[in-house]
């Protein structure tokens, strides 16, 4: 393997190319740095989180828990309760990082988010669905809440495909999808009962509490489908930042680019958002944070990466809680991606920015 | 048939249900700087963006190398035919030499992200371009003139025989029309078939070594420039009269409109 840094690598391009016979593939440096470093922080994070808690264990219960050298009851703790809520957490929280970044993408809008879009609304309703009319368990919201986000991006791809191709027809098209959505929401809600609307309330904050291994499984099968997909996607989806006429240039098939990075954020999200409830401003957040770490807009896998962390850090805070209660995950997310995106914009005012 | 490279065949093509030019029959001679003339709203634009495959016409076709262009892979017509659409997009903060790169696109993959061959074309290009000293700055930095020849690097790097542009002069102020236009000269004259749509007719007659002239979504005249701007056609397709002259610079027709044209018509 030859490693050769472009001659024209200065400031914010420099970029390492690997090489392996007729292989190649191409590293910015500050993307590898910014990526690395959500990961490290990530890790820290969620060490911290298995090793506090309602119980803490402290970092050596945890190691030895963690090697088979613990008690039953310390095994238990990390095992059944704190790594599959952590874990799923990572997961959901990759997944609406990269479905952020890619809606992001596609309208070429800093506001594209699944929440802006009327996916969220739409794993809503199919939640609503699910808890009100049938009575259902968790199981069958997950599913439906899988299944209302997806159809809400097909709705969406299908009510803008082969116009105009810019991404405002897409955003307008989402706050339509997303404003019909949220009154059929309201008007479930009010056909319940208390309980129900509880309940109902309470998925739509988003939580992780008491996920298990299978839910935590799930999310992982979803995200490491994603990933591949915008492995594949993601020169293709560079060069359609170029404008659509200069990626049809370019050889850009970009049709099925755009329809294939539709549904899988659509699927992303649907994955997230059916196991931890439509945590709040993850998606918009993340590839704000990623974008202003690595200095392009282009890093979709950073975007993951501060994704989970958002999510992890939240999470850990949630627990936490305020006093001896502990909040749903959502209020720490909303509360905590609020004031950083209204930082954020003061901070780059006053730098001239924006 | 003609054994031109790219040529449009019964070509109905528009937008939508609209259809700007029906029946149109164009061949783009190899080796020619061609040029596409004609009012506002002629078609020359649509032309040009159907022979790019942006457009897809609704009846006859399009043919690349003899062969229908929509049934051929698209990165495979990106080996042959580049693009320089009317208003590309920089990405915020992109890099003269990212985007230069991003040209290499259809000689790229997965796995074959970086190779030693893109390097070499993309320090080529910009050397061809004179932009090797803004490598490093960012494009929205740039002048119009020099982000044009920053553009013209990127579609260059695709490394393709034939090159198309849509108005590469528009917005610009005439010394960067002119660094531009020549730039073309000279990427002609190294052997590539050019296709260009220009506003300006004395700047067509100089450059191109073909003319295309379009009303209303039909060629009215096709040629050598020296045969083609004469008073009558540019009073068919223009509706302005006119004398030539010959350009003092390089003898080729200079287009002079009519004193108080408007009036006396």
Request: aromatic share 4%; proline share 4%; glycine share 10%.
């Amino acid at each position: 393997m030859t490693a050769a840094t472009a001659p024209h690598a200065e400031g914010a391009g420099r970029a390492t190319a690997l090489r392996l016979g007729g292989l190649s593939v191409r590293v910015r440096h500050r993307t590898l740095l910014a990526v690395l470093g959500s990961l490290a922080a990530l890790a820290a994070v969620a060490l911290w989180s298995a090793a506090t808690g309602s119980t803490a264990l402290g970092l050596e219960r945890v190691w030895d828990a963690l090697t088979g050298q613990g008690t039953k009851g310390d095994e238990f703790i990390l095992w059944e309760l704190r790594l599959p809520r952590l874990a799923t957490g990572i997961a959901v929280g990759a997944c609406m990082g990269l479905s952020g970044a890619l809606f992001q993408n596609l309208t070429r809008n800093p506001l594209g988010s699944p929440d802006i879009l009327g996916l969220t609304q739409g794993a809503t309703s199919g939640a609503l669905v699910a808890i009100i009319l049938t009575a259902s368990s968790l199981q069958l919201t997950t599913v439906f809440a899988a299944a209302g986000a997806l159809a809400t991006g097909l709705l969406i791809w299908a009510l803008t495909r082969g116009g105009d191709p810019s991404g405002y027809r897409l955003v307008l098209v989402g706050i339509g999808v997303a404003a019909i959505l949220a009154g059929v929401n309201g008007y479930l809600l009010t056909r319940t009962s208390i309980v129900d609307a509880f309940r109902a309330v309470y998925w739509l904050t988003g939580d992780l509490s008491g996920r298990d291994w299978d839910q935590a499984g799930a999310v992982a099968i979803v995200l490491a489908a994603g990933i591949a997909v915008v492995a594949v996607l993601s020169r293709s989806l560079d060069a359609l930042r170029l404008g659509e006429a200069t990626a049809t240039g370019l050889g850009v098939r970009v049709g099925a680019s755009r329809m294939i990075a539709l549904v899988t954020a659509s699927i992303l999200t649907a994955g997230a958002v059916a196991v931890a409830g439509p945590l709040a401003f993850v998606a918009l957040a993340a590839p704000h944070i990623a974008a202003r770490l690595t200095g392009s807009t282009r890093s979709l896998l950073c975007s993951g990466a501060i994704g989970a962390l958002i999510v992890t850090a939240a999470d850990m805070i949630a627990v936490a809680g305020i006093g001896e209660r502990q909040l749903p995950t959502g209020v720490v997310t909303g509360v905590l991606g609020g004031v950083y995106l209204i930082w954020l914009l003061i901070a780059q005012r006053k730098k001239g920015v924006m | 048939m003609t054994a031109s490279p790219l040529a449009a065949q019964d070509a109905t093509i528009g937008y939508g249900r609209v259809a700007i030019s029906e029946g149109l029959n164009v061949d783009i001679p190899e080796g020619e700087f061609t040029v596409i003339l004609g009012p506002n709203a002629c078609g020359k634009s649509t032309l040009l963006k159907a022979l790019a495959r942006m457009l897809k016409p609704s009846a006859g076709r399009v043919l690349l190398d003899g062969k229908d262009i929509h049934s051929q892979p698209t990165r495979a017509v990106a080996r042959r035919l580049g693009l320089l659409p009317q208003s590309p997009i920089a990405p915020d903060g992109i890099t003269v030499a990212d985007l230069v790169a991003r040209g290499r696109y259809p000689h790229q993959g997965i796995l074959r992200q970086w190779s030693p061959e893109d390097e070499r074309v993309v320090a080529e290009v910009m050397a061809a371009t004179d932009i090797t000293e803004l490598a490093a700055r960012g494009v929205d930095e740039l002048s119009g003139g020099q982000r044009q020849r920053v553009w013209i690097a990127m579609v260059l790097a695709q490394q393709t025989p034939l090159l198309l542009l849509d108005e590469p002069t528009t917005y610009l102020d005439i010394t960067h029309q002119i660094e531009v236009l020549d730039l073309c000269a000279k990427l002609h004259r190294e052997g590539r078939t050019l296709v260009a749509v220009l506003h300006d007719l004395n700047q067509a007659a100089r450059y191109a070594t073909h003319l295309i002239a379009m009303r209303d979504g039909a060629v009215v005249a096709e040629g050598a420039p020296a045969d083609i701007v004469t008073a009558e056609t540019v009073r068919e397709v223009f509706d302005l009269p006119c004398r030539i002259i010959a350009d003092p610079e390089s003898g080729t027709p200079l287009v002079i409109p009519s004193a108080r044209a408007r009036d006396l018509v």
